[in-house]
């Protein structure tokens, strides 16, 4: 899949407050039918049929859209380079490249270059999260152990 300059832009307020209408309408729609399987869309005075998981996908953009961030849709077996998985984690490309060497995030090699496959970027960057908020749920527990008022 390919995405134009275009895409990695902040949306302007126009956008944003129809991302926002069509995303909660989306939204409603898919929470009121559950179980439908596919949506029929009017686009130019021809239909086209969607299946539910890409509405759902829509319904994901349009909301980060909504929130004025910009939106690139990357396939999960796409390969990264380690610039791109750098600004993707917000690190540095150096400390990148000592979370691969160390083996903290797999890669492959094309010459003299590293690949990182997008889905493993994404585990490590979740996998991080969930540690962020494991600490920070045990700072808070033993602020109270020690009332501190927090």
């Known amino acids: 899949m390919s995405?134009?300059?275009?895409?990695?832009?902040?949306?302007d307020e126009e956008s944003v407050a129809l991302?926002?209408?069509?995303?909660?309408?989306?939204?409603?729609?898919?929470r009121d039918r559950p179980d439908s399987d596919r949506a029929r869309v009017?686009?130019?005075?021809q239909d086209l049929v969607l299946p539910r998981h890409a509405l759902a996908l829509l319904?994901?953009?349009?909301?980060?859209?909504?929130q004025g961030h910009a939106v690139t849709v990357v396939?999960?077996?796409?390969?990264?380079?380690?610039?791109?998985?750098?600004?993707m984690l917000n690190v540095s490309r150096p400390h990148l490249i000592k979370l691969l060497e160390n083996g903290n995030i797999s890669f492959t090699k094309a010459g003299s270059h590293r690949r990182i496959r997008f889905e493993d970027v994404a585990a490590y960057k979740a996998q991080q999260k969930e540690r962020s908020q494991a600490?920070?749920?045990e700072l808070a527990r033993l602020a109270q152990e020690d009332d501190l008022g927090y």
């Open 3 to 11: 995405t134009d300059s275009a895409s990695s832009a902040l949306p």
């Open 75 to 87: 396939p999960r077996h796409a390969e990264l380079t380690t610039q791109q998985a750098a600004e």
């Open 42 to 45: 009017k686009l130019d005075g």
């Open 19 to 30: 991302a926002r209408e069509s995303a909660q309408a989306l939204a409603r729609l898919l």
């Open 59 to 66: 319904r994901d953009l349009l909301t980060d859209m909504a």
């Open 135 to 137: 600490r920070l749920a």
